[in-house]
């Protein structure tokens, strides 16, 4: 048996106005696929909606996120045989197809239109991707005219680990909380989502910041009511605790720091990264 590898998975929550059936969802995905726009994310890299299966029954789109590098040729050049700038004569040499984009690979996705949660490979044996660029694609797509124009404000939020909030709200003392939260689509969820997305609709607010300060001498302690708040927000915003530590120093402590991820072993030599990538999402 091979040595077993891991596959880190990563989640990105999207988020419509009304009207956001299922339908819609996946509406959305197709309309912004069939753009074929690539993405800056990050420096030189781009991110790009590479392929994509529809599944209209099980209300599911698969398929694969494109990684590559755009390089700008008009930037000067290092000749390694002379260790210097290259030359002009060397570098006008230089024949590189409009259409190719080097250093490419290529990540598996998910969406599943009835939660609206998009799961993708973050970091494999091969590559590996920040959630923010994934989400620095998608809001890129989201966010052009004709896109916006048929669904709307689109919003997403990097799902969040549960245990990051847990231990946040152990430090010893803490003065400030701020829960943020985009206005939720709540499907078949509980009933705090769903009232919080009828009143957020009812007052035209797409985003709303909450921040709590302690009383002078006391540490800020939170309700049920305000943990399932929180809770909320790691799919639907961020939450940020600010304190001070065990040893009394200051820390301010964000659930953005740490996503939810999901952690698959695999053995390579009876499965394929893509396998397991969508054996442990359809197990969540």
């Known amino acids: 048996m091979a040595k077993l590898r891991t596959l880190a998975i990563a989640s990105i929550n999207i ?3 009304r009207p956001h059936s299922p339908q819609r969802y996946m509406d959305l995905i197709r309309e912004v696929f069939a753009v074929k726009q690539p993405i800056r994310t990050y420096g030189e890299t781009f991110l790009v909606l590479e392929r994509i299966e529809v599944n209209s029954e099980e209300g599911e789109i698969s398929g694969s996120i494109g990684k590559f590098t755009r390089i700008d040729t008009s930037s000067p ?3 390694l045989e002379n260790f210097s700038e290259a030359e ?3 570098v006008n040499q230089i024949r590189i197809p409009e259409s190719l984009r080097p250093n490419f690979k290529s990540l598996s996705f998910i969406f599943f239109a009835k939660g609206h949660k998009l799961f993708f490979e973050q970091k494999g044996y091969y590559l590996s991707v920040s959630p923010q660029q994934v989400k620095r694609l998608l809001d890129g797509l989201f966010r052009l005219e004709h896109v916006v124009s048929k669904f709307g404000a689109v919003t997403t939020t990097i799902v969040q680990s549960e245990a990051q909030l847990d231990l946040m709200l152990k430090i010893p003392l803490i003065r400030k909380v701020t829960i ?5 689509n709540p499907d078949d969820l509980g009933s705090l989502e769903k009232e919080m997305e009828e009143r957020l609709n009812e007052e035209n607010i797409l985003r709303e910041v909450r921040e709590s300060f302690a009383q002078p001498g006391k540490s800020i302690v939170l309700n049920p009511q305000s943990r399932s708040l929180a809770q909320l927000s790691l ?7 600010e304190g001070k530590n065990a040893a009394g120093a200051p820390v ?3 659930s953005q720091e740490k996503p939810d991820l999901i952690l698959e072993r695999y053995d390579p030599d009876l499965t394929t990264e ?5 054996r ?3 197990r969540r």
Do not use: I, T
């Open 180 to 184: 943020e939260y985009v206005r939720p």
């Open 88 to 90: 002009d004569e060397k």
């Open 252 to 254: 301010a402590l964000s």
């Open 235 to 241: 799919s639907n915003g961020k939450v940020v605790v």
């Open 15 to 17: 988020q419509m106005p």
């Open 274 to 278: 893509s396998q397991a990538f969508f």
């Open 77 to 79: 050049w290092f000749d």
């Open 280 to 282: 442990a999402v359809r």
